[in-house]
Nanobody
Framework: QVQLVESGGGLVQAGDSLRLSCAASGLRFGNYAMGWFRQAPGKEREFVAAITRSGGNTYYADTVKGRFNVSRDNAKNTVYLQMNSLKSEDTAVYYC???????????????WGQGTQLTVSS
């Protein structure tokens, strides 16, 4: 049974930094590209960042480019999202997802976590 478990969310102030983690089990982690998405209240789930299976390439939404950094540790079956210079508009539930091929669309991912809430207060 595949499980993706996000952690690290919380309440922070604008300008703060935070790191999210996503621990995977039940799959060959190194065979999957990993993505981060987020969903704010009343909005569609949107792409945030993604990383290839080896970690050699990363992709970001324009809204987070230069502020967020995605990385992975295949030995620990974990993907991370380092978030810096947080803004109130970053407030959302953050989800990690695993897919055979890296995509920036939701439909390209096979497995999803339950999400972790990030609230950025201004």
């Amino acid at each position: 049974q595949v499980q993706l478990v996000e952690s690290g969310g919380g309440l922070v102030q604008a300008g703060d930094s935070l790191r999210l983690s996503c621990a995977a089990s039940g799959l060959r982690f190194g065979n999957y590209a990993m993505g981060w998405f987020r969903q704010a209240p009343g909005k569609e789930r949107e792409f945030v960042a993604a990383i290839t299976r080896s970690g050699g390439n990363t992709y970001y939404a324009d809204t987070v480019k230069g502020r967020f950094n995605v990385s992975r540790d295949n030995a620990k079956n974990t993907v991370y999202l380092q978030m810096n210079s947080l803004k109130s508009e970053d407030t959302a539930v953050y989800y990690c997802a695993a897919g055979r091929i890296l995509r920036t669309s939701k439909s390209g991912y096979d497995y999803w976590g339950q999400g972790t809430q990030l609230t950025v207060s201004s």
